[in-house]
């Protein structure tokens, strides 16, 4: 460090200031010392600087599925939120498995990292048990159900589903099938929720609402939802999935036997991501905003584990709201519907 102020020619508290507090340094002079620093290759080794006392500089994001490209716009949210503060993000993938999840955990705690943004798989809440009592700060992302112990950044599913739901019983829908994922997500019983909610406020019946279960929230799970709705003697003039990998899985099952969206059936997705708009029919789906929800739960992670908050800490509760975006997957029923009830079994 002496070396790269000599460099700079800036003082050596300067230097000290662009790696730890960067916002007290003019951006000209954080230029200068950055050049610095790379001209001569140094490479701060941050094991040392924690083993003096100092924070880590490391934010984990753990999230339950990287294929899924909502989980990747909530990591750039995180991402530019630690970047603003001068922090780095590692980024771990349960890929929903509970016991990779708390393999995650026990590594986390031994890198000794700052704190950890965290998506649950596990639903009965060993993962934030361990984090809590092995000291690392958390915030849990996307998850409905956390309590006034902890903070949290979520979005309103039941809302979300409640919206989607509405849209088809205003188009005339009667005949409704839920394509849902894992029955353990949060997610997706709020989701469910909302369609239940939607229902009893138009005073329909449940039994226009049929449920069909998924093992997974993918394109290929969609795929074979699809092709179970077309085995279906009664097929419903709806389908509203519980995210849009599912959506366009069963988008694709449809057009490829010439059953028309949204002619034949309306579709409806859950997240919009981009694919949902770039779909061979955009998709209509309710937005949840991935990037805001990132970022809002980085910052709150930050200011938790900030020197001055450690005595004067609240936990905070944050609810986005999500909206729908109606595309062309959906239109008013054309024909009168056939009713649908029950599950569909696989």
Do not use: W
């Amino acid at each position: 460090m002496v070396d790269v102020a000599r460099e700079a020619n800036v003082s050596l508290g300067t230097v000290s200031n662009v790696f730890n507090q960067p916002e007290r340094v003019s951006p000209t002079t954080r230029r200068r010392v950055q050049d610095a620093i790379d001209r001569l290759g140094y490479v701060r080794i941050e094991s040392a600087r924690m083993l003096r006392g100092r924070p880590s500089r490391i934010l984990a994001v753990l999230v339950h599925d990287l294929a899924n490209p909502f989980c990747i716009a909530l990591v750039h949210g995180a991402e530019a939120a630690a970047r603003r503060a001068g922090l780095g993000v590692m980024v771990c993938n349960s890929a929903g498995d509970p016991e990779e999840e708390a393999r995650y955990v026990a590594m986390l705690s031994e890198h000794q990292i700052r704190g950890a943004l965290i998506t649950p798989a596990d639903s009965a809440g060993r993962s934030l048990n361990a984090l809590d009592g092995r000291g690392i700060p958390f915030v849990v992302v996307d998850d409905c159900k956390t309590g006034r112990s902890q903070c949290s950044v979520a979005i309103d599913d039941i809302l979300g589903g409640e919206l989607a739901a509405a849209h088809l019983l205003k188009a005339g829908h009667r005949a409704i099938l839920f394509v849902g994922g894992p029955n353990h997500l949060p997610q997706v019983q709020a989701r469910f929720q909302g369609v239940v909610k939607a229902l009893a406020q138009a005073r329909m019946p449940i039994s226009m609402l049929a449920e069909l279960g998924c093992d997974e929230l993918t394109v290929t799970a969609g795929r074979d939802a699809g092709a179970r709705v077309l085995g279906l003697r009664e097929r419903p003039t709806a389908i509203l999935c519980a995210n849009d990998l599912l959506a366009v899985g069963v988008l694709q099952a449809l057009f490829e036997s010439g059953v028309r969206v949204p002619d034949d059936i309306s579709l409806i997705g859950y997240d919009d991501i981009d694919h949902a708009a770039a779909a061979a029919v955009p998709l209509t789906s309710v937005r949840r905003p991935a990037r805001l929800m990132g970022s809002t739960a980085a910052s709150l992670l930050i200011a938790k584990t900030s020197a001055s908050a450690a005595a004067d800490h609240h936990h905070q509760q944050i609810t986005l709201r999500p909206e729908l975006a109606v595309r062309r997957s959906t239109a008013p029923l054309r024909q009168r519907p056939t009713a649908v009830t029950g599950a569909v079994s696989g």
